[in-house]
């Protein structure tokens, strides 16, 4: 089993920084790539930002320049630097992996999912 838990959420003024963290653990044999989804209340889980294995990186263009993703391969652990908060962040946001694990002698890619935390931007 593969298990990613979510920290680092909470409430936030306009204007500050919240940083986000994913940790991934259970049976990985390799990890194509991590990434934060978000979803507000009424709306679709959007994409945030990513990061592959390689280190290429995706951002939404809402959060651009405010927002920075990094992982750390070694631990199996993925980041969200949020800074320049809008109230129009507000959202739950999700960790997800495309983990690689191995069957026999054949990797096979899954996705998972985080339980979410929350991030609320208000005054």
């Known amino acids: 089993q593969v298990q990613l838990v979510e920290s680092g959420g909470g409430l936030v003024q306009p204007g500050g920084s919240l940083r986000l963290s994913c940790a991934a653990s259970g049976s990985i044999f390799s990890i194509h790539a991590m990434g934060w989804y978000r979803q507000a209340p009424g709306k679709q889980r959007e994409l945030v930002a990513l990061?592959?294995?390689?280190?290429?990186?995706n951002y939404a263009d809402s959060v651009k320049g405010r927002f920075t993703i990094s992982r750390d391969g070694a631990k199996n652990m993925a980041y969200l630097q949020m800074n320049s908060l809008k109230p129009a962040d507000t959202a739950v946001y999700y960790c997800h992996a495309r983990i690689g694990r191995l069957n026999l002698d054949v990797v096979e890619e899954y996705d998972y999912w985080g339980q979410g935390t929350q991030v609320t931007v208000s005054s």
């Open positions: 990061v592959t294995s390689g280190g290429v990186t």
